[in-house]
């Protein structure tokens, strides 16, 4: 099961937490192309509603 998303409507506010480097950008795109992505990641601002 595939979960789609709009572009605009994710948070920006965890950018910073993106990988930096080309090298480990391009291991982790060989890694899911090779096996798919295994654990999609979620993030929660921690704000319970």
Known sequence: MSEK???????LRFENY?????????KLL?????GGIREP?????GDRC
């Open 5 to 11: 998303i709009e572009i605009s409507s994710l948070d």
């Open 18 to 26: 993106r990988l930096k480097s080309k090298e480990a950008e391009n």
């Open 30 to 34: 060989i890694s899911i192309l090779e």
């Open 41 to 45: 990641l979620q993030a929660s601002t």
